[in-house]
């Protein structure tokens, strides 16, 4: 990979996002902004213009597609702000698949079963809904910074991730989640995807988010302890092990 020269956030000249970059490097030093060229995700019909890697090593690096406009860009690079005060400043972090130890046979055994799973979507969603469900509102009362471009993409994910026919039981547990942070955001789902043929455990994950993360709101940002819980017993409850999963930061 080429190397990215960082990016400027002054340029943009927005005092709100200066006021957040500098709340958010009292909880975390070492925050790079990068623009890439031409933006990809790892799904190919979906659109993600933003997203942030080095989360793990504490050395997070926001990348953003070169060709958002400056209202979006502000948008966009607050929106990954937010997520890291949410990790760094609250506590509310990534989960993982905890790969078991040698030696620990059924635990290899089913980790292997399910690498065909696409736990990336499942469980990139998890926090990715409980913080949004927060930090949208953070970002508008605090800062006053609107993030039109964060419902604008999950409209058009949504009815891109709902078309995919080939689609495993991961896949359709996060799906559920999408459902269900589109009705907190946006409003009722029908709306954007079909809801008639959609599968038992895209309705299994749909119930259980509003069981277990229906609360979540700016007002009520839960303790890291509770969130961890919360996110354990979904996934229990959805039939994994939560022994299989780990926090990050740990
Ligand atoms: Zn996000």
């Known amino acids: 990979m080429p190397a990215q020269n960082s990016f400027d956030i002054a340029c943009l000249e927005s005092e709100a996002l200066q006021r957040l970059f500098h709340e958010t490097t009292s909880y975390v030093q070492n925050i790079t902004i990068q623009m890439i060229a031409d933006r990809k995700g790892n799904r190919s019909q979906e659109e993600h213009p933003a ?33 890291l005060l949410l990790v760094y400043r609250s506590g509310l972090g990534v989960v993982g698949r905890r790969i078991p130890r040698p030696g620990d046979s059924e635990g290899v055994f089913r980790f292997f079963m399910s690498m ?34 964060h419902t604008y993409l999950l409209h058009q ?19 559920g989640l999408v459902a269900f942070e589109y009705e907190r955001l946006i409003g009722k789902f029908g709306r954007a ?58």
């Open 51 to 83: 997203t942030t890697i080095g989360l793990i090593v504490q050395r997070p690096v926001i990348q953003i597609a070169d060709w958002l406009g400056e209202e979006e860009r502000i948008e966009a690079i607050a929106h990954e702000l937010a997520h």
């Open 193 to 250: 995807i079909d809801m008639d043929d959609r599968s038992e455990f895209f309705w299994e994950a749909y119930r259980l988010a509003h069981k277990y993360f229906g609360r979540y709101d700016f007002r009520s940002t839960p303790t890291a302890v509770s969130y961890q819980e919360d996110i354990l017993s979904f996934l229990e409850a959805l039939g994994y092990p939560r022994e299989d999963f780990i926090f990050f930061p740990e």
């Open 116 to 149: 065909k799973g696409d736990w990336i979507y499942l469980l990139g969603q998890i926090p990715n809904t409980a913080h949004h469900l927060i930090l949208l509102d953070f970002l508008k009362q605090e800062y006053g910074i609107e993030d039109d471009l």
């Open 157 to 175: 994910n949504f009815r891109v991730a709902a078309n995919d026919n080939a689609r495993d039981r991961e896949s359709q547990y996060g799906l």
